[in-house]
């Protein structure tokens, strides 16, 4: 974000970005001889434009955004991937062309408890479907988890939502099939044991949620249906079909079945 080269990003930059955008600067001379592209592309998405100004104004302002600076979605998943263990770098679930309500969508496999690390944001795609194993190969509930700091990416549309499903075909389908999604966030909670009003996600080991930012972001879901889902693991423990574990009011959900 630093095009000016002064060693610190600054409002000066985000005008200098406009102006090369604009065709009022040099691309050449940007980032201290590098070319706007290396320091100026805060979206990572090879080019410049509108949204990386946008972006690089709300890091400026403090405001949550969806990915840090400079940092993109990560590699694209084939659709058919089956995702196991813990995903630790940013990724975005099957490419752009979209199989909406098709007989054959884009879809992406959970296979067991699948841990999203802190700091990493999982994009999942507009048409995409994403289903859990009933029988997970290691025995655990299939299960994704983003963990404190880590973001959900996930805007489906009206007219291409985003499905959470079972693995199983009609008519075998059924709840509790798989264990759904859950959301871990930074904002304050009501208990307390785990840092500063924290406290541990039912139905997982281990896995905290909660603190003190109430305006913590774990993402987006819009447009999104979650079925099928929802295990109980003993008595008063469960993994619901949607939890959302202390996340904090910049986190965006609307239009979920």
């Known amino acids: ?65 969806i990915f840090p600076i400079c940092e993109g979605p990560g590699n694209q998943i084939a659709s058919g991937t089956v995702i196991s263990g813990t995903i630790s770098s940013n990724q975005q679930w099957t490419s752009g062309a979209e199989t909406c309500c098709s007989a054959n969508p884009n879809t992406i496999f959970i296979d067991g408890t699948v841990f999203v690390n802190a700091g990493v944001t999982v994009t999942i795609n507009p048409g995409t479907t994403v289903r859990g194993l009933k029988t997970s190969s290691n025995g655990t509930p299939s299960v994704l988890v983003f963990r404190k700091g880590s973001k959900i990416n996930a805007p489906g549309r009206s007219d291409c939502p985003i499905i959470f499903s079972s693995d199983q075909d009609p008519p075998n389908r059924q709840k509790g099939d798989w264990g759904g999604l859950v959301l871990n966030g930074n904002a304050p909670t009501n208990c307390s044991g785990v840092g500063a009003g924290g406290c541990f996600a039912e139905g997982l080991t281990s896995t905290p949620f909660g603190g003190s930012d109430p ?40 239009h979920i079945q």
């Open 1 to 65: 974000g630093d095009l000016n080269d002064s060693g610190t990003v600054t409002t000066g930059d985000v005008t200098r970005l406009r102006r090369v955008i604009a065709g009022l600067e040099n691309p050449a001379t940007q980032c201290g001889g590098q070319g706007a592209l290396q320091c100026g592309d805060i979206r990572k998405d090879g080019g410049l434009g509108s949204g990386d100004v946008v972006v690089l104004l709300n890091h400026l302002a403090g405001n949550p955004t």
């Open 215 to 254: 305006n913590d972001s774990s993402g987006i879901v819009r447009f999104a249906r979650i079925e099928f889902s929802g295990i109980e693991i003993s008595a008063d423990n469960e993994l619901n079909i949607s939890t959302n574990n202390g996340i904090g009011a910049a986190t965006q959900f609307d």
